[in-house]
């Protein structure tokens, strides 16, 4: 079992940026994050969830959604347990719950279906206003 807690979101304004962090625990024992393909995904009002980002489990590979490609990084520091997002010029139609995830234990291929996902985080806002 995989938890996941999202820090970082709030309220800026358009142009800013956010560094959002996901902390990851286990409760196996030899429980270990570099295990996981991690991702970020987003949900806004009203509309389905959305792929955002992922990162292999080495962080050596990373794929991200056009919509966020050249704007948004996802990164990780397996030392900390935890993945990243830094999201760079925030527009309001960024506005979302973004959750990150964990896929399932020793992955090789990133994915962008959530239904890949094993574990999920609570998610935290961002609002970005105009």
């Known amino acids: 079992q995989v938890q996941l807690v999202e820090y970082g979101g709030g309220l800026v304004r358009a142009g800013e940026s956010l560094r959002l962090s996901c902390s990851a625990t286990?409760?196996?024992?030899?429980?270990?994050?570099?295990?996981?393909?991690m991702g970020w995904f987003r949900q806004a009002p009203g509309k389905e969830r959305e792929f955002v980002a992922a990162?292999?489990?080495?962080?050596?590979?990373?794929v991200s959604a056009d919509s966020v490609k050249g704007r948004f990084t996802i990164s990780r520091d397996n030392a900390k347990n935890t993945v990243y997002l830094q999201m760079n010029d925030l527009r309001p139609e960024d506005t979302a719950v973004y959750y990150c995830?964990?896929?399932?234990?020793?992955?090789?291929?990133?994915?962008?279906?959530?239904?890949?996902?094993?574990?999920w985080g609570q998610g935290t806002q961002v609002t970005v206003s105009s």
């Open positions: 995830a964990a896929d399932k234990a020793y992955g090789t291929l990133l994915h962008s279906t959530s239904t890949e996902y094993v574990f």
């Open positions: 286990g409760t196996a024992t030899r429980w270990t994050f570099s295990t996981y393909s």
């Open positions: 990162i292999a489990r080495n962080g050596g590979r990373t």
